[in-house]
T-cell receptor, first 110, second 116 residues
Framework: GIQVEQSPPDLILQEGANSTLRCNFS?????LQWFHQNPWGQLINLFY???GTKQNGRLSATTVATERYSLLYISSSQTTDSGVYFC????????????FGKGTHLIIQP | GAVVSQHPSRVICKSGTSVKIECRSL??????MFWYRQFPKQSLMLMAT?????????EQGVEKDKFLINHASLTLSTLTVTSAHPEDSSFYIC????????????FGPGTRLTVT
């Protein structure tokens, strides 16, 4: 099956810093989503981005499908940005579930 | 929009009993629903995929007789953990998507199951 690798596994930053999270995947995809898992376990949809670039406030994401990677940018980090960020991909059509990476654990210190 | 709910949020049961978890799409019709499991400090793993009115498709290694999935309507899927054992203790999360593309999935808040 498809493999998903996220880096870095852990990231500690000061409030106000910028960060880039990376997601590499091993095969072509028709679904790529970025999530933020909050301390209660809820997955918050950040981006649905199988290709191209999107921005939402301080967050933006880029997926280069031909090179099989996606990047999530967080600018001007806030302590509320802390948590685990997951990249998940799907292939073969909408009936396929998502394959998740192991996540990046982000800690923003005040 | 695109809200998915789960009930219960937390359940504790004794070994050998069965537990049912409900997943509902509140503001859209879910053509397909998915069930995932997450162990502490780990990522999410897909357990099964269900389409309304059809039998669920289980991932390799997931016992279909232990994890019964019913997708009775376009807004409701249930997961029943039968004869639960302590090793079934985990965080169970459902997701749903409408008729796509796009194939974006929306996730419920999860159910934390503890088997004693």
């Amino acid at each position: 099956g498809i493999q998903v690798e996220q880096s870095p596994p852990d990231l500690i930053l000061q409030e106000g810093a910028n960060s880039t999270l990376r997601c590499n995947f091993s095969d072509s995809v028709n679904n790529l989503q970025w999530f933020h898992q909050n301390p209660w376990g809820q997955l918050i949809n950040l981006f649905y981005i199988p290709s191209g670039t999107k921005q939402n406030g301080r967050l933006s994401a880029t997926t280069v499908a031909t090179e099989r990677y996606s990047l999530l940018y967080i600018s001007s980090s806030q302590t509320t940005d802390s948590g685990v960020y997951f990249c998940a991909v799907g292939s073969g059509g909408g009936a396929d579930g998502l394959t998740f990476g192991k996540g990046t654990h982000l800690i923003i210190q005040p | 929009g695109a809200v998915v709910s789960q009930h219960p949020s937390r359940v504790i049961c004794k070994s050998g009993t069965s537990v049912k978890i409900e997943c509902r799409s509140l503001d859209f019709q879910a053509t397909t629903m998915f069930w995932y499991r997450q162990f502490p400090k780990q990522s999410l793993m897909l357990m099964a995929t269900s389409n309304e009115g059809s039998k669920a498709t289980y991932e390799q290694g997931v016992e279909k007789d232990k994890f019964l999935i019913n997708h009775a309507s376009l807004t409701l899927s249930t997961l029943t953990v039968t004869s639960a054992h302590p090793e079934d203790s985990s965080f169970y999360i459902c997701s749903a998507r409408g008729h796509g593309p796009p194939y974006e999935q929306y996730f419920g808040p999860g159910t934390r199951l503890t088997v004693t």
